[in-house]
């Protein structure tokens, strides 16, 4: 621990836009207010390092429910020694009430908590249950004190051993830092899960993704705005890059692999991203190069296939928009079959003829989805499947581009095209090469030939 820490009012003054705020409760070991932060309306509940006591706790529980009344995140700054010794039962039931009311939260209004001392006990448990951790480099974090323990760990305690366990998502180097990155993501979120995405300023990302050298880093900078995002979950699942960012100024969650195997540690890491985006439907955006599921029996035994089974299950689950982007290798089930691809269509007319030229005679059958983009029309999905999956996985695809149209990317249009057979067509006046008439009245040339 630091000897010389900042305190409350630095640490507010860093958090809040400039520094101003209105105290809700002033008096005690716990107080709280409310302001922006970087223009987002948050509610703060801010531990002064002092033991709590129930009238504290009841503060917490208070805050909380006004957030859920109002549609506006909370951000807790967690550093206290303990309980008040005196509190006995009372004491016990404030603190469960506490837990419920998180709980109860979740889900409906971001909660970020902000480790910036000591965080023991309880406190580390509804720590860990906000929808982000965020930890100064000083602070602690543990269940049991490390002295306490059975088996010594290097670390135990500290923000990086948290950062490598997956309970902090982000480290800072003091508490002011954390403070400002907490204000930095808390404007990345929406404000509850009814709200629309943020809208931010932007600049164009800094550089294309070069394949040929790829890495799961390269492809964020590559697809996000420039200096917009916020890697989450570093030390942890190293295989796989989950941020949040913005594109074309839209909040966004992205998901990266590295090109080598997915271990229990990237998929628990994908699961719990991917669900947090879907509870406040930002859209994800998965850039697939992958060597697949880890070849390990002690990878299975630490939870490989549990965890593999549970990230696809949220990605099955998750009715926020949905793009993946295959950047290499795709090995195992993905995407229910569909191999999906992002960009202009004219730069993707190679892919698109050599998924038309499926061969196979009748029985198989070509799917493209294109979406209407601001600057020209962009492929959104594609996928080669037999005739029996067809029809079906046209509706599937339109439906999929459907809800890109909730977000603004742009009308969509389907073509469906029979190798070889002349037949098909999935809306009016689609035939073999031919486009459905619905994307402002205009004709796509794919020059099919």
Do not use: W
């Amino acid at each position: 621990m630091a000897v010389n820490k900042p305190g409350k009012a630095e640490i507010l003054a860093a958090f809040f836009d400039d520094g101003a705020y209105s105290p809700l409760f002033t008096d005690g070991a716990v107080s709280a207010a409310y302001g922006n932060a970087n223009g987002q309306s948050v509610y703060v509940v801010f531990e002064d390092g002092t033991p709590v006591g129930v009238q504290d706790i009841e503060k917490n529980i208070r805050v909380l429910e006004m957030a859920a009344e109002t549609g506006a995140p909370v951000v807790t700054f967690y550093d206290s020694i303990g309980a008040k010794l005196e509190g006995g039962l009372d004491l016990l039931n404030a603190t469960a009430r506490l837990t419920a009311e998180i709980a109860r939260v979740s889900g409906v209004v971001p909660q970020i908590a902000v480790v910036t001392g000591t965080c023991a006990g309880t406190n580390a448990i509804n720590a860990a249950s906000a929808d982000l951790c965020i930890m100064a480099e000083d602070a602690e974090l543990f269940l049991n004190a490390p002295f306490n323990a059975e088996d010594k760990v290097a670390g135990a305690g500290s923000a990086e051993f948290a950062a490598k366990a997956g309970v902090a998502a982000v480290t800072a180097a003091d508490a002011v830092a954390a403070a400002k990155q907490a204000a930095s993501i808390a404007a990345l979120l929406p404000a509850n899960n009814l709200a629309g995405p943020a809208l931010f300023d932007f600049s164009a990302p800094s550089a294309a993704l070069n394949t040929a050298k790829y890495t799961a880093a390269d492809a964020v900078a590559a697809l996000t705005d420039e200096g917009s995002a916020v890697e989450l979950y570093k030390g942890y699942g190293k295989n796989i890059v989950t941020a949040l960012a913005t594109i074309n100024g839209s909040s966004v969650g992205i998901v990266a692999t590295e090109k080598a195997a997915l271990c229990h540690k990237c998929t628990a890491k994908a699961a719990r991203f991917v669900r947090l985006c879907d509870a406040y439907s930002i859209p994800v955006v998965t850039v697939v190069n992958t060597e697949g599921f880890g070849k390990s029996e002690g990878d299975d035994q630490a939870g490989g296939i549990r965890q593999a089974a549970r990230m696809a299950g949220v990605y099955a689950e998750a009715t926020t928009v949905k793009v993946a982007v295959l950047a290499g290798e795709a090995v195992g089930q993905h995407q229910d079959g569909v191999a999906v691809a992002v960009g202009d269509v004219e730069g993707l007319l190679h892919e698109v003829h050599q998924l038309l030229d499926v061969g196979g005679g009748q029985d198989h059958r070509a799917v493209v989805a294109v979406a209407a983009a601001a600057g020209g029309l962009e492929v959104v999905a594609l996928a080669r499947l037999d005739g029996t999956q067809a029809r079906a996985a046209a509706h599937a695809v339109d439906d999929d581009a459907g809800q890109l149209r909730t977000c603004h990317v742009g009308n969509t249009l389907l073509l469906e095209a029979d190798a070889g057979g002349g037949r098909g067509g999935h809306g009016p006046h689609a035939g073999a090469g031919s486009a459905v008439h619905h994307v402002d009245g205009r004709h796509l040339a794919l020059g099919l030939q």
